[in-house]
Each structure stands twice: as structure tokens, then as C-alpha cells.
């Protein structure tokens, strides 16, 4: 009988732990939403994947990036605007000059945040060494690779809300 509780509970727990951790609530519901899962991959020394739940809002220019853990609980916070970035997770918050340098200490590596936008919008848009596929898109999917310069990198997205 003891082995049938302990599944039981477990599953009670994880129930009670995904109820109460709420994803952050849209603060500009006039603004470009997206939401999904998204993965990463950069082939870097070391390799670094980066695998999350995730709520997008905003535009290249201004906007954040909340990344969620697998029980909907906030792992890290990106925020950026015209001269600043900011990077808020488990280590505190960090302060960058731009997004592009907040991915780049960050990743290792640049992502092409304008022709993201772009992307997502449905429209094609040209970032040097990065190859879209947009193909997918309305089913949505959204898939990305660079291959120069190196790192080799690549971005998937399963989009399952968007407002553009």
C-alpha cells in the first residue's frame, strides 16, 4: 500500500507546484505576442542547448523574453530597449548595453532578434550567414540556422499563441 501512495502524492505535488507558478501577465496587451516552446542549439566549445517554454512580446526594438521551466515557473527574464538589455535569473540581474551583447556574453554567439521579428510577422528577412524556414509557419513552426560565421547555430520554435 506504501508504494501506491508515494506516486499519488507525487503527482498531488506536482499538481499543487504547477497550479501556483503563473507565467507573468502580458503588461502591454496592445503589443506583438507570441507563445510557445523554443529550442537552441549553438555549437560552440562547449556545446550549448538551451531547450524552454516561452512568452515573447514586443519588437526588435524594445520588448522581453520570458523563458519558463516545465512546471510553468519563471527561469529567466530578458528585457531590452534602445541602449539597454537586462538578463534576470536564478544569479540576480545583469545589465547589458544592447540585446545583441546580452546574447552574445550570454550564448556565446549573436541571434538575429530584427529578422526574428520579421520572421515571425511571416515575412522573409535577410540575416547575414542565417538561413529561415518559414515554410511552416502558419502550422506554426519557425525554424533557423546559421552557418557562418561560426558557431554553428540553430533556433527552433512551436509557436501555439501569437498575436502579431
Known sequence: MRRLLY?????????L?????????????????WQGRLALRVDSQPVQSLSASFELQGSA?????????PLGQ?????????????????NGV????SIDDLLTQSLGTTLPVSALFEWLAGREAVAPGWQADLSELKQGRLGARRVQPAPVAELRLLI???TP
Do not use: N
Open 160 to 162: 501555439e499563441q501569437a
Open 94 to 97: 545583469r545589465r547589458f548595453d
Open 74 to 90: 519563471a527561469v529567466a527574464r530578458l528585457d531590452w530597449q534602445p541602449g539597454r538589455a537586462s538578463l534576470s535569473d536564478s
Open 17 to 33: 507546484l504547477a497550479g501556483c507558478a503563473q507565467p507573468a501577465l502580458r503588461p502591454d496587451p496592445t503589443a506583438s505576442f
Open 7 to 15: 506516486p499519488i502524492q507525487l503527482m498531488v505535488l506536482l499538481a
Open 61 to 69: 526594438a524594445r520588448g522581453s523574453l520570458l523563458l519558463l521551466g
